[in-house]
Each structure stands twice: as C-alpha cells, then as structure tokens.
C-alpha cells in the first residue's frame, strides 16, 4: 500500500458529476474529515476553443480541481483540460509533470487508457456457440449506441461506395451494424434513427439480389454472449466514430478473435487509436478513403492478419481493466508505484521569476502599466480554518516585493478583512490596501478613504454584534468584527444545527437593515451602501495617478 493509502478513496466518475467533488470537499471541510477525491472522464475533453463555448465553464473547472487528481484517457486529453485551466481561470500549471495549481492545492492530471474484462471477453467467445449462418460470405461488423458521435450514416455510406467501386464483393461481404438504442425521447437522436432507417433501406434497394442483402441491421439490445459471437465470427470490425473518448468495441473484438484473425479498422477519432497500432487507421469523413480501407482489409494476407491481431491481442490482455484500475491506484498515492514504473512529480516548483516572465511581462512596457487587484484569503493566502491562521507564503511575498519595485506595475489588496490587519498580514509598504470589501482604502504615501456610512449604523452595528453574541456565539459559532462589518463564522458548528442557526443569523441581520453575504461557513452582516469591491477597485484605478493604459487582473 501507497502512503496515502490510510485515507479514504472517493473516486468520481464521468461528465454527469463533474462538479460532484466542490460539494463533497464542502462537507469533508466542514465535518472536520480528510480523504483523497478522483476523477475520471470517460468521454475526451475538448480543446480551449470549445471548451470556452460552454456555459458555466469556469465551475466545471472549479468542480474538477476540486479533486486531487483528474483522470482521462490519453495524453491530449490531459493537455486540452490543462489548457483550459490555464487560459480561462489564470492556474499556474507544469505541463510536462502534468500539474495544475488552484486555490493553494497542485492537482494531477494523469492520462489513464481504460481497458476491458480481456478474460472474460476470450472464455464468452469460446463458449457461445455460432451464431450466425452466412456459409462463405465475409462479415463486416459495427457495434455502437445509435448516436451522432458515432459515424454510423458515414459508415454506411462508405461502404456503399466498397459495393460501387469492387462489385465482386457483391454476394461475398455482408455488413452487420447492431445499433444500440440511446437517448430516444430526444429529438435529434429520433431523427439519427431515421436517416439511419432510410440509408439502410436505399442500399438494401440497391444492391440486394434474391440471395443476398449487403446490410443486415438490427437496433435493439444485444447480449454479451451474442456480441462475443459475433466479434469472434467477423472478418472486419469497423470502428469508426466522429469522435469517442477511447471506444472499448475495438478491445473487445480484438479479445473475442480467438479462431481466424480479423482486421480492426479504427477512427483517429477515438481514444483507443493511440495504443492500437497495428489496427488499420481511417478519416470517417473521407469515405473513398474509408472504402480502400475496407477493401484491403478484406484482401489482407492471413500471415499478416495473424501478426497484427496477435500484438493487439497481447498488449489489450496486460493492459485490461485491472490494470487500469490498478494505475489510477498507483497514480492516487493508495499503490505504491512498482520499480521501473514512471513516476511523475506530484507538487508544482515554488514560484520563481520565469512565472513571472511567462505570466506578466507581456502585459508591462512602455506603453502601459499593469494594475494587479489581489484578494488576499483564497488568493495570496490559502482558505484556513480560522482567520489568524491564513498567512502569505514566503515565495509569494517575495514575487510581491519585487513586483511592487517595479514602477510599471501597481498592485492592490482587496480584501473583507480590515485594512489594518490585510496591511499588517502582507507587511509590504508600497501597495495599496482596502479592508471591509473596499469601504477603507489606504494608499502607500498615506492618504486614507473611508466611505461615509449613515450615523446610524455606529449604534447599529453595536446592537447587532452584542445580539449574535448573545444569541448565536455557541456550538462553535463566533462573530469577527471589522468596523463597519461583521462576520459570524459557524465552520466548526455541526452541520445538523447550521440550518436553524442560517436562518436565524440572516432574520437578525435583516432586522437591523443590514445587508447579507454569504460564504463558505460565513455570514457577512455588511451596511446598505452601494459599495463593492468593483467600485472599490475603479476608484483605487482612478486615484492611482495613472494616464497611461492600465491592464486590469482580480483575482
């Protein structure tokens, strides 16, 4: 076992639960509980430019770096989420160790190639008995859910162009697609369903003789024993989807082919394409090209036909799904990695001054000045489980120092604390800081602002803070005051009684016309004004002294 291997494991799968692990760290924080959250993605993750389409997709990000390491099929993948992290929420990332750095914690990604059951699959094939009757014909087999990732009217159009340009394979090859419904109260699949019905029948009109029909076509569900006779039985299996995560139809025909060796056509598209090297490789939307392919796998030698299943069959049997269940162990810190086995860094490199070449040197010159508008807790210090625990890193210290050095950048503090204590925890002079959500602002040579509240709100907050105190300051519950706002902290109280305390705190806050914020285990008692760390952060920009272009980064 691993050294992390005494902590528990949750491991997370598949797009559905993308944002499951915010949730579950939420609760683990508040229950006072440790343990170690996975993620794998079973379908591929898109490259930035349409990644960046989706809405909310700085949540999912959020959601997925919320666990400890992010799983996925293969190496692009990886590269497209890491890709993503660093263009839409600023992380800080290695790609070669393939880490990610977001809210104080490095996040591994790893790529993890899903296996199947190879055993199994081989005892099926090797009991079910045949099934299909088709004397000396050769069988092409595709085996999908009917959707449009999966090719299927591109498949199908392919080979109706085998059947145009070698026609001696008419009466020889018979096409058996089984297509597995999916999603059928949906529209857009409906429609899939009947283009795909009329394709069928347009090539069955076509080429069918009294003795033979060129498509056999079943929609419907399949058990594992046919569909194991059926990979055993096929000549060629056409795998050729759109776009797949990794596609485990290939793997398992490669398992089932136990009697006279087959050929596997495969999409790029699918994950699988990257290991499967000795598969013949087609372009789904090139369908000339797609009919060649078929027609030389249908006229391959068998010599050659035994030397490519025979590498398949090897590499897919060690790296079935125990193996890959085994690696995202290993990967997780549960297995203690093996010797020989690669080993990739788990921390990020503390900050240094190439971070800051790479990240903001683009942004500084001569023709602007870059204003940096920092918070400080989640931000320059790590969420903690008091306030007075949250201090700055000494490397992000350091990289502040030099920065506020520099005459072209001017950077700012901009926190819910009071400005004394955010200047007192930084401890850096030439900044700007502002306290209390940017109702106190203090400038590096002195001048001070302070938004006018009504009179009123003096005595009001009084009253307030002495009416939580003697109220809710209990089971954990306490109340942190900043001046002109509250804060009443509740993370160590037990989640049973933080409903009826919410609901409690915000009827009090409420009554004494104060305005309520809410946060992770906090509630913020904060005066009527229309005032806001933006605002904030636009008058700090205009009192700056700046003529020139200002570049504006918040964190």
């Known amino acids: 076992m691993g050294p992390d291997s005494a902590l528990p494991l949750v491991w997370i799968h598949d797009y559905h639960l993308m944002i499951a692990a915010n949730t579950i760290r939420q609760k683990l924080e508040e229950e006072n509980l440790r ?75 790893r790529p993890l190639p899903i296996g199947i059951p190879f055993d199994d699959f081989v005892k099926l094939a090797k009991e079910t008995p045949k099934i299909l009757n088709s004397g000396d014909q050769k069988l092409i087999l595709g085996v999908d859910r009917l959707d449009y990732t999966k090719g299927l009217v591109h498949r199908l159009r392919a080979f109706e162009r085998l059947l145009e340009y070698h026609p001696e394979y008419k ?16 529209k857009e699949y409906q429609d899939l369903k009947e283009e795909l019905d009329q394709v069928v029948g347009s090539i069955n009109g076509r080429f069918t003789t009294p003795n033979w029909s060129p ?47 087959g050929v596997l056509i495969l999409s790029p598209f699918a994950g699988a394409a990257g290991m499967m090297h000795e598969a013949l490789t087609v372009n789904p939307y090139e369908m000339d090209d797609s009919a060649e392919i078929m027609h030389r796998a249908l006229s391959m030698p068998r010599d050659e036909r035994e030397v490519r299943m025979l590498n398949l069959r090897r590499r897919e049997q060690i790296h ?134 009504p009179l009123a709100y003096e005595d009001k907050v009084s009253t307030l803070l002495k009416e939580l105190q003697e109220e809710l300051c209990n089971d954990g519950a306490w109340v942190e005051n900043k001046g002109a706002v509250l804060t009443l902290h509740y993370r160590d109280m037990l989640a049973s009684k933080r409903p009826a305390f919410i609901k409690r ?51």
């Open 505 to 555: 705190a915000i009827e009090l806050m409420r009554q004494n016309e104060f305005n309520v914020g809410q946060g992770h285990c906090v509630l913020e008692a904060r005066p009527p004004v229309l005032w806001n760390k933006g605002r904030a952060s636009i008058y700090i920009l205009r009192t700056g002294y700046f003529t020139l272009m200002l570049y504006i980064f918040f964190y």
């Open 320 to 453: 079935n799904v125990d193996y890959w269940m085994k690696s995202f162990l290993k990967a997780m810190g549960i297995l203690i990695v093996e010797d020989g086995e690669e080993i990739l860094p788990d921390t990020m490199t503390p900050v240094t001054m190439d971070d800051f070449e790479e990240y903001l040197s683009k942004y500084v010159g001569s023709t602007c000045k870059l204003a940096l508008m920092l918070d400080y807790d989640g931000t320059l210090s790590p969420i903690q489980t008091h306030p007075d625990l949250a201090t700055i890193p000494l490397q992000t210290k350091q990289v502040l120092e030099r920065l506020s050095r520099n005459p072209d950048v001017f950077i700012a503090i901009v926190s819910g604390r009071s400005v004394e204590n955010v200047k007192e925890l930084v401890g850096i002079n030439d900044i700007t800081y502002a306290g209390n959500h940017g109702l106190e602002i203090l400038h590096p040579d002195g001048t001070k602002f302070v938004h006018p509240m």
């Open 35 to 109: 343990c170690k959250i996975g993620f794998f993605l079973h379908i591929p993750f898109p490259p930035w430019d349409i990644f960046r389409l989706f809405p909310r997709d700085d949540v999912i990000l959020q959601g997925l770096l919320d666990c400890d390491m992010v799983g996925l099929h293969i190496n692009d993948y990886c590269i497209n989420f890491i890709d993503c992290c660093q263009r839409r929420l600023g992380c800080r990332v290695d790609r070669n160790a393939m880490l990610v750095e977001h809210g104080g914690r490095t996040v591994r990604v």
């Open 215 to 261: 498509i056999r076509y079943i929609y419907g569900c399949v058990s594992q024993a046919e569909l194991a006779a059926f990979y055993r039985e096929a000549s060629v299996a056409l795998v050729t989807p759109l776009r797949d995560g990794m596609n485990l139809v290939a793997k398992e025909f490669v398992a089932c082919q136990i009697d006279e060796p």
């Open 171 to 186: 009466e020889k090859v018979t096409f058996l697609q089984i297509a597995v419904p999916s999603r059928t109260d949906i």
